[in-house]
Every structure is written in C-alpha cells, then in structure tokens.
C-alpha cells in the first residue's frame, strides 16, 4: 500500500526539468504519511512519476517503485494489494503453444511487477483478470501515452485534474493541490452534496478543478488529450442468476466469503483485524481464526459512556477465536487530545473519519501493519434500516393514486406532530410527484430537510449530484430490489463515505486496511441473489446462515448500534467552544446564509430534535478543512 502521484507537461506548459524534478519531488512527500518505507520519483521529457511506499509483500529494495518493467519500456506507480498476482505470474512465466505471446521474466516477488507484466501482455484487458484493491499510472515510454486504472469497488483513490491540456493526479487531493497546478477554490456546485450526505458524490470533489477516477474506470492520457473508459459496472449483476435453492446459495456465499479472507492474508508483515463485535467483523475474525495457523490481533474501540460501548460482544468474539484481543478505552478528553490529528489527517471532510482514526491508530501502534475489516457486509446483505424503508416504500406505491397536492395535507400532519428527523423526511417523500425507490433513496440519506437546507445554504450553490446518480442506476427485474438498494449504497454512501474515510483515515498512520466482503466475486454473486432470500424475516439472515454456524447466538441476535463516537454528548460539552468557533467562521463564508447556521447551532444546543449532532459535525468539520488547507 503506498502513495502515487505524477504530471504531465507539454508544449504550453512546458518547464525545466530541474523545476519540474523539485515539484514531483514535494507532491511525493505530501504523501510521505502513505509510504513511510521507500520515496522515489521518477521522469523524461513529458511525464514526472513520484511514489511512496508502505512495505506489504516482498519487503526488498528491488520492489521500490516507480519499477520499470523488464524491457524497460514501461514504468509504473502503484498503489493497492492484488491479490490473484500468484495465480498470474505463473499464467505470464508460460505461454500456451502456438501463442506468439513471450513469457514474462520476472525480477521481483512483488504484485507490482505482475501489474506491469500483465498489462504488457493484454494492454487494458489485464484489468478484467485483477482481484484486488488498486490505483496506478503505467506510463509507455515508446508510445509516450499514461495509462491510470482505479479498481473495480474504488477501494483505493485516485484524484486528478485535467486543465490546459495537462494532467496531474495523486493518492490524495492535498497532493494534486501541492503541485501548484491547481487554484485551491472551492466547488460550489458540489456544497449541497455536502451538506445533504456528508460528502461530495463523485466524481467531483470539494475543490473545483479536482475529479475523482471513479471506481472501474482507466484514463488514458495521449498527445494532451485524455480519455477515461469504464471497465466494470455492478449494475450487470443485479439479475437472475443462478436458480439455485436456498441452501445451495449459502454454500457459494461462504466458499466466495472464506475464499475471500485467504487471498486477503497474504502479506510479508504483521496483520489483525477491527473487531467492533458485529456480524461483519465477527465473521471476519472467525473466518481469519479458521484459516491462519497464528493467533490474530484483534482491535475494539470501548467508550466510558457504555451506551456506546460494544466491547462486552466483541470480548466474546475475541474469547471463542482465541484472538489476541486489544481494547481501546476512550474518554472525551482521550478523544479531545487525538481530534487535531484526526482533522488534520483528512485529505477530503467527512462526517465519519475520525472514528476510523482513532483505531488506526492504536492498531499501527501495536505493530500491526495491514488489517481486515468488514466494511461492505451490511451494503451486500441489506444490513442498514435503508433497505427496509426502501422495501416498505416500493410496497406502497398505491399512494400514487393520490396527485402530491393531495398528499400534502397528511404529510404536514405528520410532521407537524412528530417534529423531528424522520417527520421532515415523511413530509419530503409524501409531497413528491411519484413515490417509489428512485425518490426516497436520496431522501433516506439526507442529512438536512430541503427547508433546513434553503435556509443555511444560498440557492445558487444548489445542485443536487446524488439524485443524478441514484436516477443513472437501471432498476432491474422485481425479484433484485434489494440488490438495486446495494447499488445505490456501494455507489454513494460506501464509496464516497466509507471506503475514502477508511482509506484517509488508516493510511495517515501507514497502516493497510483490506475488505474481503468487497471482493469483487463476492459482490457479483450476492447482487444476483433474490429478495426473498436476503430478506426473508430479518436483516442479514442470509449471511448469517451462510456462516454455517460459525458466530454464537448473543452476537446474532444482538441490537444493531453501528462504530460510533458519543457525539451529541461531546458536541455540547468538551468539544463545544471548538464547534462554535468554527460554525461562526463558516456562517461568514459567502455560500452560506449566515444566520441560519447560526440558527441551527443554536437550535442543536437547545435540543431540538430536528437538529441532530450529525447536522452539525459535518459542517464543523468543513470549515476546519477550509481553513487547514487555504481553501478560496
């Protein structure tokens, strides 16, 4: 796991090289955090390559990057674990008879050198053969044509910006901006995003010039012009497809899922595993605990506010594993103490990234250098309430029959009467045109109402990005919406929440985090899986069955209280003068309407219910960002 970044120059743009050497040189260090092992950069006359390095499998010098491939034709930034690079060394060592294919002489033990092997033999095609998580540039030398790939879920980043004919990308977009080729303006049109979902949808970002590959894309980048292409796409697996019986399907998942867990355990340094005491992370470490012959390291964040606190189920998962269990006591001033760090180490805000942070952290200081997560198990397996409302809302589509103006005298009954997040949410989906999936998906996932929006946010920095996303996704066949749910979560939440916090957030601690519940064969099975065994009586049955046993009931059949942090209580105590230093500079920002983010702070510290502490944190956690990074 390591850091990349590189740029184009041309004849508009066109600069010594000892300048262009200098520039390459500190966006690779901005990156430092990434790759604490090795630092090299790497140029000719038109491109400038720069990588750090995190040591995981093959720890020799000769596995530093940017590696060049054998016939010295091809170099390449990579960033990310393959995990099938065995499978295709072997496949690139020989060649069938009568190919005119010539095997590939390997000088390394690394899944670097595969890559670039790889791509030599198929050119774009290698990606469909990678299992993994990955973003890297192979530049060819005689073609002078940038190759940039980013895989299939968008575990790893890959930001970039494209302006006069020339291209700068990296790991993170603190990088993209040290080049100096970039305006650090803030992207207006992406700020309702932001304060609706906590987030920017991609591929646009909070800075202006600044895209996002998206997940499944390549870029190629020829004679000043670029050209992305998609390579993988979830949406052709939410169908009918094997018509197997319900305990056949079980079988695939947990072959698919163990299967997983091994490829993910190849790795030349100390490894663990976050165990919050879920289902998904439980499975995680039960299955590692199977499959390893070492005992695992397990990892827990507990709170001294025990309503928080899930360290009594994760003790029992560490105890029945025979894990090697570490338990983090967090107090609010423990978590004071880290939250500089914390806000420091985003490269994008977010309302969630701190949680991720803190248990980094004291994973890498326990020595452990990659870990598994079990990130993506509630989007596969319909485990968040999304997937019910969603369920319940496409079952009343009778409500249809009534135009909105007639819908709109009950929804403001109820939201008049229940005052409170879930009534603003009712009112927003019960005056809609139509009421089905497509609406109520983006609704659900609101942090604001669009009244509380409007009056925080001017009108002309308005533009709704997820709903474009959420109507690009095809609805399939009556037997997937579950699946079609999955999509729309993996697409917006996970992608541009989770899997980025994860990835910020661990690797500002040089630590690599791996997801087996997104391996790509996994996600391809489960999304052709029917409703009616995903959801038949309760969330998550389907998995559950699928372990064959593995987890003991009290972790079954315990309530669902998601990684969190006591926020409300914090927000109002020990971290109160900090949130409202920082929501009087954002309400002097000309995007905002000042008064109403003050209203708002004034609202959440009086209680009111409509105003939660997650309409709140986000936006201190912006203004924070903005003035950290010098944002216009």
Known sequence: MCGIAGFTVNSTTKIPIA???AIISEITRTLAHRGPDAENCWNDETVYLGHRRLSIIDLSESSNQPMHSSDDRYVIVYNGELYNFKELKLELQRVSQGSTDKPYFFKTNSDTEVVIAAYERWGSDCLNKFNGMFAFALYDKQDKSLFIARDRLGIKPLYYSFQNQQLVFASEIRAVLKSGFVKRT??????????????VQSPDTIIEDVKMLMPGHYLIYKEQKINIQQFWSSTNFAKSSDDLNYKDTCKRINELLFHAVERRLVADVPFGAFLSGGIDSSAVVGIMSQISSRKIDTFNISFDESEFSEALFAQKIAKKFETKHHEIKLSPSDFLKDLPEALAALDHPSGDGPNTYIVSKATKNAGITMALSGLGGDELFAGYDVFKRMLEVDTKTY???????MRKMPASAIKAKRKSVAGDKIFELLTQNSISIKQAYGISRKVFSDEQLKNILK???QKNNIQNFVNSIPVPDTQHKLSYVSELEIGSYMQNVLLRDTDQMS???????RVPFLDYKLVEYVLGVKDEYKYPSSPKKLLIDSLNGLLPDEIINR???????????????????FCESNMRS????DFVKGDGVMELWNKFLKDDARVTWSRIWHLVVLENWLQKNNIN
Request: proline share 5%.
């Open 19 to 21: 300048i262009g050497t």
């Open 186 to 199: 803030i992207n207006k049109t992406s700020l309702e995003d932001y304060f609706l979902y906590q987030t």
């Open 399 to 405: 409500l249809n029959i009534f135009p909105a103006w």
């Open 459 to 461: 009108a002309e920095n």
């Open 507 to 513: 690797m500002a601690v040089a630590l690599e985090v």
């Open 559 to 577: 309530p669902k209280m998601g990684f969190t942090l006591p926020w409300k209580h914090w927000l109002k105590n020990e971290l109160k003068m």
């Open 586 to 589: 954002l309400s002097k920002r």
